[in-house]
C-alpha cells in the first residue's frame, strides 16, 4: 500500500503512441506498430473513467514546476510523428492538454501529422516536446549525431510552432547516461522515457523521468486495473524493463 499510495500521491504519466477512430485503420500501419496503436473507444473510455475518477489532468509547467504534486495527477504524452488528430481534438474540448513528441523530419510524412495540424494542436492548447530528428534510437547514434538530433529538431520544432521545446523522449525508450546528459546539454528541461515508474514533480525533480506505456491491448478494464494498482505494473513492468535493457547493448553489438 506504501508504494501504492506514493504512486498516486506523486503522479502518472501516460504514453501512447497513436489513436485511430477504429479497429479498421490499425491495419494501415505497418505490423510492427499496430501494438501500439489505440482505438476511439477505448481512448475516451480511459478518459471518462480518469474524469469520473477524479484524476487531474495536469501540464508539463504543472510537472517541471511542481504544482503537478498531490493525489491523482496525471499527465498524457504521445510519441511520434503520426497524426493524432482524433486524440488531439479530444483532449483540447475536454480542456486536457497533451505532450505531443514529435519527430521533426517525419513532420508531412505519410500517415504523419503536417505542419498544420502541429499548429492547430499548440492552438488547442497542447504543448510539443521533441522525439529527435528521426525514430533513430539515441543510444546508437555517435555523439555528434546524438546531439544533432536533439538540438536539430528542438529548433525545428520551435520555429514550427513558435513556442520553447522544453522537453524531449527517447526513440523506443532506448537511453542511458550518455543520452540524458546530451538532453540536458541541448537545453531540455525535462526527458521522458518509457521506464515503467512514479513521475516525480518539481523543481528537485530528476531529470529523467518515468512513464507508463498504453498499448493496444489495454481497453478500459485492464486501463482501470493498470491504474488503481499502478504499483504492481510498474514493478512488473520495470523488472522487464531492465532485463530488456541489459540485453539490448549485447544484440546491438551483434547486428
Given amino acids: 500500500d506504501g508504494i501504492r499510495d506514493l504512486v498516486r500521491s506523486r503522479g502518472l504519466g501516460d504514453v501512447y503512441k497513436r489513436q485511430v477512430e477504429n479497429s479498421a485503420e490499425i491495419r494501415k500501419f505497418p505490423p510492427e506498430h499496430r501494438p501500439y496503436t489505440v482505438t476511439a473507444d477505448d481512448f475516451i473510455g480511459h478518459l471518462d473513467w480518469m474524469e469520473e475518477s477524479s484524476w487531474r489532468f495536469v501540464t508539463p509547467d504543472d510537472v517541471i514546476s511542481g504544482a503537478a504534486a498531490g ?6 504524452t504521445f510519441d511520434d510523428s503520426w497524426k493524432n488528430n482524433f486524440a488531439s ?13 514529435l519527430n521533426s523530419d517525419d513532420v508531412g510524412g505519410e500517415l ?5 495540424e502541429v499548429g492547430a494542436m499548440v492552438q488547442g ?20 549525431e546524438l ?3 536533439l538540438s536539430q529538431s528542438k529548433a ?16 523506443g525508450g532506448r537511453y542511458n547516461r550518455r543520452v540524458s546528459a546530451a538532453a540536458a546539454d ?4 525535462a526527458f521522458f ?4 515508474g512514479e513521475l516525480k514533480c518539481g523543481p528537485d525533480r530528476p531529470f529523467v523521468l518515468n512513464r507508463i506505456a498504453v498499448t493496444a491491448d489495454i481497453n478500459v478494464e485492464r486501463f482501470q486495473r493498470l491504474v488503481r494498482r499502478a504499483w504492481v505494473p510498474c514493478l512488473w513492468r520495470a523488472a522487464r524493463y531492465k532485463l530488456a535493457s541489459a540485453i539490448r547493448p549485447i544484440t546491438e553489438r551483434r547486428r
Fill in 71 to 76: 493525489e491523482n495527477a496525471v499527465l498524457l
Fill in 89 to 101: 481534438r479530444e483532449l483540447a474540448a475536454r480542456g486536457i492538454c497533451g505532450l505531443f513528441f
Fill in 112 to 116: 504523419m501529422v503536417i505542419a498544420d
Fill in 125 to 144: 492548447g497542447h504543448e510539443i516536446g521533441s522525439h529527435g530528428r528521426r525514430h533513430d534510437f539515441l543510444t546508437l547514434l555517435s555523439d555528434a
Fill in 147 to 149: 546531439a544533432d538530433s
Fill in 156 to 171: 525545428a520544432l520551435e520555429s514550427l510552432t513558435g513556442k520553447a521545446v522544453r522537453t524531449a523522449s527517447a526513440p
Fill in 186 to 189: 541541448a537545453g531540455y528541461e
Fill in 193 to 196: 522515457t518509457s521506464k515503467p
